[in-house]
């Protein structure tokens, strides 16, 4: 009996030292170095992304009288916030994983004018800190990647949206970016995003079929365009 329990005793010892492991890892990641190495590239390689992105985002969603709250899951320095808040009426939240760029952001805001504009909230896409319907808008670029459990995540999203609301989310260049200035951006940036845009399409319809959401569009802005500029992937849907 008395070994029977000594047994249990260790194994639960292992799975609370398995899961601060994993919690270790996890507040690993999302360091001030990982921070300062983003913000640094959105000042500089991707500084030419953010304005036109903001442009089609309140073109395409027709934001530019709306009121209400915009969430920009995973907006990190919170550049594609500032020209957001400049195109719509609306409050803008950064929801990001790591906090580390929440000073940067507010004082990037407030720099601009538009401190009582935005919020900062520590939030994982998969769990969103947020009740349901809260948002009249929910955007995001270049993270969805990260979301370990993507069906998760978009359901978090879509729960947190508004009825009638929209999300938009993606990872690259917006479509109304010249072909030139976009060849530029993946010149400096590297030797462009490794993935593949096809099998990003077929997981993001897989997650949509999963979740259950049949009002949602995909676009590959420019996809097959002769200069072999990847222009990523954009998901737009609808809450009814
Ligand atoms: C490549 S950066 C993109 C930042 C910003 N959207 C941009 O385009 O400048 C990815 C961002 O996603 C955030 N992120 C990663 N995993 C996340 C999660 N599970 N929930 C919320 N944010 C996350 C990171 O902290 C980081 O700010």
């Given amino acids: ?18 899961a601060c492991a994993a919690g270790v890892t996890a507040v690993d990641k999302y360091t001030l170095a990982a921070a300062e190495r983003m913000i640094a590239a959105a000042e500089g390689t991707l500084a ?6 903001a442009e089609e985002i309140a073109a395409r969603l027709d934001l530019a009288d709306k009121e209400g709250i915009g969430i920009d899951l995973g907006s990190g320095p919170g550049t594609l916030i500032v020209e957001l808040c400049r195109r719509t009426k609306l409050h803008w939240i950064n929801g990001d ?26 939030a ?17 670029r270049g993270s969805f990647h990260f979301w370990p459990d993507k069906v998760r995540a978009f359901g978090e999203i879509y729960r947190v949206l508004k009825p009638g609301s929209t999300a938009y989310i993606g990872r690259g260049l917006p479509g109304n970016m010249p072909l030139e200035e976009a060849r530029e951006v993946r010149r400096k940036h ?5 993935y593949d845009v096809d ?14 959401i049949a009002d949602f569009t995909i676009r590959r802005p420019h996809a097959g365009n002769t200069a072999g500029v990847n222009y990523g992937i954009w998901l737009e849907f609808r809450k009814p």
């Fill in 1 to 18: 009996m008395d070994n029977l329990r000594w047994r249990h005793e260790f194994r639960a010892v292992v799975l609370l030292m398995g």
């Fill in 48 to 53: 030419p992304v953010y304005a036109p992105l």
């Fill in 97 to 122: 994983i790591n906090p580390h760029f929440f000073p940067y952001f507010m004082q990037k805001a407030d720099a601009a004018g538009l401190g009582g504009r935005v919020s900062a909230v520590w």
């Fill in 124 to 140: 994982d896409a998969q769990a969103l800190p947020f009740r349901a319907d809260y948002a009249d808008v929910v955007v995001s």
């Fill in 190 to 194: 590297g030797s462009g995003p490794k």
């Fill in 199 to 212: 099998e990003t399409e077929r997981e993001l319809r897989r997650i949509m079929n999963a979740l259950g």
